[in-house]
């Protein structure tokens, strides 16, 4: 039975969605295993990457917008509308809030900074509340 294929650094973030960097960081912390190859170079058993991305290691894939001027437009699963019984989390990404929202990032970093939309700075970043893209209740 052959071995399985081994993905560089760049392939293993490819897979998980995110950077290599990231990927560094995963090994380091012992969350991804890795072994090396002649020239020292990092390399990733392809069923180890997979079986994390199943775990929830990495970014969401991207769900479909299924409604809207935009239907084909993807977002990440972490800013998707309810659906399902899933709902927004509490603070979304700049983009994920500008995807939801249909504005620019920058429009949304304004709109933060001007406190016309409840965000907070984490770290340097704003996080946009969940309130500010969710529909009002009907009464």
């Not at 079986?51 to 998707?80: F, K, N």
């Not at 509490?90 to 409840?118: K, T, Y």
Request: contains cysteine; glycine residues 8%.
């Amino acid at each position: 039975m052959p071995a399985p294929p081994m993905l560089t650094t760049a392939e293993a973030a490819q897979t998980l969605g995110v950077s290599t960097r990231t990927v560094c960081r995963y090994v380091e912390a012992g969350k991804l295993s890795a072994g090396r190859n002649s020239n020292g170079g990092l390399r990733f058993d392809s069923a180890d990457v997979l079986a994390a991305q199943r775990t929830g290691l990495g970014r969401p894939a991207p769900v479909p917008v299924t409604c809207g001027p935009d239907a084909a437009e993807e977002v990440p699963a972490a800013a998707a509308p309810v659906t399902g019984g899933q709902a927004l989390p509490e603070w979304l990404l700049v983009h994920e809030a500008a995807a939801l929202l249909r504005m620019s990032e920058r429009a949304v970093r304004e709109q933060a900074a001007r406190e016309e939309i409840p965000a907070r700075r984490y770290g340097g970043r704003w996080r946009i509340h969940r309130s500010a893209v969710e529909a009002p209740e009907a009464p």
